[in-house]
């Protein structure tokens, strides 16, 4: 069938909504137009520089309907790529825009595969053409992204890394450089996120001669520091308030609109309560999956040294080599005497040079190799002639390093530095205070006896500090806790073969294996147990008149109480047993010839490895829950703090060094109007009124006139001021004539 007067050749969008919705009824005007389309192909392929719009708008057409002909168009795609292949750099930029367009439109619909279209598009990235590369590189990253969004497909990744890992030692560097942001964009995307990208991007995109590659891979392994937050994730400032959203839908008029934006606010709020309460998820940062890192710090820092780059690259270097020594506990000796060079402080961003310092430092550097730094720092930075901000900073530069590495600290020098907590400026005294506080807490014996502090219990039990000596632990340190937390005292009673018997005491917490072979210590326990029941006789009598009162108001009760009863009688018992057996103890000890202090610390000794020995089986024969965990790490604070006086405690050591934490100055800041404003109404809070003080005593009646007047406008209350001024004697003669003719006129 001829169609008449048809237009459809010349409407080409018109024709493709046709072909949709029926493809074999307009294959004939459909075929017209392919054979169009690859005459205006081989015009084309004559001169690739010219624009040709008419082929533009075909190629669209044909990749907008090319699902409905598979067959008839299965060399399409491949012409294409071709023509790009080929031609990619003399082709004119709009029509290379425009094949790139409908490549991606056939990759949509399967009629292309991803790994040949993705190759082509790496290749691209060599075009001098920024808007196609930028568009290219967003491609590429979603297509990735889709194909490994239900599973990954390992196959096709390890295809696509091999081929960008050629691209990074691509001789263009904007190829080169597009490639390792894709690298770097799917690792953040969690695509990408392996060891073989991250080594990739070590071993080659660190030391590439491209510098733009280079500082990208370097900044890569900076990243941000895991506790800076973002803060658009800030939920507490964002969170919706519900309560008055419903309240506000009570009152107001009931509309759909409305009760769509309350639907939503609960939405909203579930999530809120749903991200505060998920388990946080860690993930390991790139530094931690390098695979050799000895030999890429190493050869970072020959790289550093032989290279000629600007200040902030060299400082990129820096910070990267100590993320990598403090991290792994590397040992690259001659990294310190080459930072000491930069230990000014009119050095360029010397703050952050002091960072990397002590980022490099770790326990099992030597303190030899370490302690020139320090002294570097409180030569040039921790000396009168320097401003007391830069004086504080070296101080809080030397906490630092020694955090890390407190062997590096040497006992004459501590001690000089410590004569600064009575300084002048307050930004200089609390930096070497927490300088008294670090030492304090791990290695007290080098500071003066008077800046040691009371001794915690944990400094008792701690040994002292060693080079290169690792703390093994037999038990969970700090479950002695769970001792003291029983409730019940139990008695175990054996049989007259076995040697031990087991005691639970509920205030001392204590589990104590009485032996049977000390008979001193058994007879003693039943004399001062003998005492104790004669002794409590009136006091059960007691207990009893009160459970008898009792039991008159409830029944119930009598058995618990009665069961109460004797559990506090049977730890009395056994806790004056102890006193007894202890002063017995030490009577004996004081005829033999020993003091009671040794007595006392023998005892004490006893006791603390009774304690562990106990700790020890609880950690071996139970599994601990959260609530166990969280009373061990109570008993640790406590151990802390006990027999110290106030101070806040050490936080825990993190990979990184925050650059607040030397940078922090103690200094009163400069306020602002609204800020002292703030302040001064903050005092005012929970404060009688001030100012003036009426004398009414309801202050909701009315004010008198005289108080009324002080508040009215001056144009109302002009006479009466006028009438205040003093007169002159002939005024007073005219008032005084007027009154009294005033007064004539009346009668």
Request: aromatic share 6%; hydrophobic share 35%; charged share 35%.
């Amino acid at each position: 069938m001829v169609r008449h007067n048809n237009q459809l050749p010349d409407n080409l969008p018109q024709l493709q909504n046709l072909i949709k919705r029926d493809p074999a009824s307009y294959k004939e005007e459909f075929m017209q137009q392919y054979n169009h389309y690859l005459s205006l192909l081989e015009v084309f392929r004559l001169n690739p520089g010219q624009e040709n719009k008419s082929l533009d708008e075909l190629v669209m057409f044909i990749a907008q309907v090319a699902q409905c002909y598979v067959e008839e168009l299965v060399t399409f795609p491949q012409q294409l790529v071709d023509l790009l292949k080929t031609q990619s750099t003399t082709l004119d930029q709009n029509m290379r825009n425009s094949f790139c367009r409908a490549l991606i439109l056939l990759r949509n619909k399967n009629l292309i595969p991803a790994l040949d279209l993705l190759e082509l598009f790496f290749q691209l990235l060599r075009c001098p053409d920024k808007s196609l590369r930028a568009f290219l590189e967003n491609h590429i990253i979603t297509d990735i992204k889709n194909m490994n969004a239900k599973h990954k497909d390992m196959k096709l990744n390890s295809t696509l890394q091999n081929f960008m890992y050629t691209m990074l030692k691509d001789s263009n560097p904007k190829a080169a450089k597009m490639s390792i942001d894709i690298m770097i964009e799917l690792y953040k995307k969690n695509i990408w996120n392996d060891t073989k990208t991250v080594n990739v991007i070590a071993n080659v995109g660190c030391f590439s001669k491209i510098t733009k590659v280079m500082v990208a891979s370097l900044k890569f392994f900076l990243g941000t520091d895991p506790d800076e937050k973002d803060p658009n994730d800030s939920d507490s400032d964002n969170e919706p308030d519900l309560k008055s959203a419903i309240l506000a839908n009570r009152v107001n008029k009931k509309t759909k609109k409305r009760q769509k934006q309350l639907a939503n606010i609960k939405k909203q709020v579930t999530k809120v309560k749903k991200k505060k309460t998920a388990v946080a998820s860690f993930n390991f940062s790139a530094v931690h999956l390098i695979h050799n890192p000895q030999g890429m710090a190493e050869n970072l820092f020959k790289q550093l040294q032989s290279q000629n780059e600007r200040f902030e690259v060299k400082l990129m270097h820096l910070d990267v080599i100590s993320r990598l020594i403090g991290i792994h506990d590397l040992f690259l000796f001659s990294f310190y005497p080459y930072i000491t060079r930069f230990l000014q402080p009119h050095q360029r961003q010397v703050t952050r040079v002091l960072q990397f310092a002590a980022q490099a430092s770790h326990e099992l550097v030597p303190g030899e190799v370490i302690e020139p730094i320090l002294k570097t720092i409180a030569n040039n930075f921790i000396t009168e002639r320097n401003s007391t901000d830069v004086m504080a900073i070296g101080l809080n530069a030397v906490r630092a390093i020694c955090s890390r590495c407190m062997l590096a600290m040497g006992e004459d020098l501590l001690r000089d530095l410590v004569l600064y907590k009575a300084y002048k400026e307050k930004s200089v005294m609390m930096a070497a205070r927490s300088l008294i506080t670090l030492y304090r807490e791990q290695i007290p014996a080098l500071l003066h006896k008077k800046d040691r502090g009371r001794t915690t219990e944990a400094q008792a039990e701690m040994a002292p500090k060693q080079y290169g000596a690792s703390v093994a632990h037999d038990n969970v340190p700090g479950a002695e806790a769970l001792l003291k937390s029983a409730k019940s005292v139990s008695v175990k009673e054996e049989d007259d073969s076995d040697s031990d018997s087991w005691v639970d005491v509920n205030e001392s917490g204590d589990e104590i294996n009485i032996s049977d072979s000390d008979s001193e210590e058994e007879s003693d326990n039943e004399e001062a147990g003998s005492d104790v029941e004669d002794e409590d006789g009136d006091d059960e009598e007691v207990d009893d008149e009160e459970s008898d009162v009792e039991d008159e108001e409830d029944d119930e009760d009598e058995s618990e109480q009665e069961s109460e009863e004797e559990e506090e009688i049977q730890v009395d018992k056994s806790e004056q047993a102890e006193k007894s057996s202890q002063n017995k103890k030490k009577s004996k000890a004081t005829s033999n010839g020993k003091s009671v202090e040794d007595v006392s610390n023998a005892d004490k000794s006893v006791k603390t490895l009774q304690a562990k020995e106990a700790a020890q089986e609880i950690a071996l024969t139970r599994i601990f829950t959260d609530d166990d965990f969280k009373r061990i790490d109570a008993e640790n604070i406590k151990k802390h703090v006990s027999n110290a006086r106030k101070r806040p405690l050490e936080s825990e050591q993190t990979e990184y060094v925050k650059l607040d934490d030397i940078e922090m100055i103690y200094k009163k800041r400069r306020t602002d109007k609204a800020s002292r404003l703030e302040t001064v109404m903050r005092g005012r809070e929970d404060r009688e009124k001030y100012g003036y003080r009426d004398k009414r005593k309801n202050i909701h009646c009315s004010k008198t006139n005289t108080e009324k007047k002080k508040k009215k406008n001056f144009g109302m209350m002009r006479v009466k001021a006028r009438s205040k001024v003093k007169k002159s004697f002939k005024e007073k003669q005219q008032s005084m004539r007027k009154h009294l003719l005033k007064q004539k006129k009346m009668k």
